[in-house]
């Protein structure tokens, strides 16, 4: 069992920056694929971006892909999601998931274990 506390939300204007970070607790951390995904209000949750174990590969939504970068550090259980070029529209819950296949996915089902969630609000 994964247990995932995530950190470093808050308010940012937009251009700005702000970097995420999820500490897991529990042996399978370094066998998960480690995921965020975010749900702004009124709307369903999405997949933001995903890590294999080794961080050799990377996926990306469409929406951020330029402006944030997944990694993970697998000495302090910890992924991280370095969010650049804020906009309004990155307005959400951004929630750190893992799951416990090799293969990324793309669909909150396919993982297992979810933090509480970290509000992101960026003003215009």
């Known amino acids: 069992q994964v247990r995932l506390v995530e950190s470093g939300g808050g308010l940012v204007q937009a251009g700005g920056s702000l970097r995420l970070s999820c500490t897991a607790s529990?042996?399978?951390?370094?066998?998960?694929?480690m995921g965020w995904f975010r749900q702004a209000a009124g709307k369903e949750r999405e997949f933001v971006a995903a890590i294999t174990w080794s961080g050799d590969i990377t996926s990306y939504a469409d929406s951020v892909k330029g402006r944030f970068t997944i990694s993970r550090d697998n000495a302090k259980n910890t992924v991280y999601l370095q969010m650049n070029s804020l906009k309004p529209e990155d307005t959400a819950v951004y929630y750190c998931a893992a799951r416990r296949y090799m293969n990324i996915k793309y669909t909150q089902r396919e993982y297992d274990a979810w933090g509480q969630g970290t509000q992101v609000t960026v003003s215009s």
């Open positions: 529990g042996r399978a951390f370094e066998s998960s694929v």
